[in-house]
């Protein structure tokens, strides 16, 4: 992998760790949880809908949001395999 896309996705992976770190300080818990899975949509798609240029900050929050997601959906395939 060429070296600056490398710590492009570095630093991006730090800034939501970083994030997510800080919001699990405040209480923010239950990410694992399937019932929050239209709760995560309607936040990415608020975020998309929003009529202003997209902060950093937004593209972390998305991100985040896109990665509880995607782990919710390995979820029922890593209980499967556990079987």
Request: with cysteine; glycine share 4%.
């Amino acid at each position: 992998m060429d070296k600056k896309l490398l710590s492009a996705t570095m630093k991006f992976n730090l800034a939501c760790l970083n994030k997510l770190a800080e919001k699990e300080k405040e209480g923010w818990v239950g990410w694992d949880n399937p019932e929050g899975k239209d709760g995560f949509k309607s936040e990415i798609e608020e975020h998309w809908q929003v009529k202003r240029e997209l902060t950093q900050d937004d593209l972390v929050d998305i991100s985040n949001y896109c990665n509880f997601l995607w782990n919710l959906k390995e979820l029922p395939k890593e209980a499967k395999l556990n079987e």
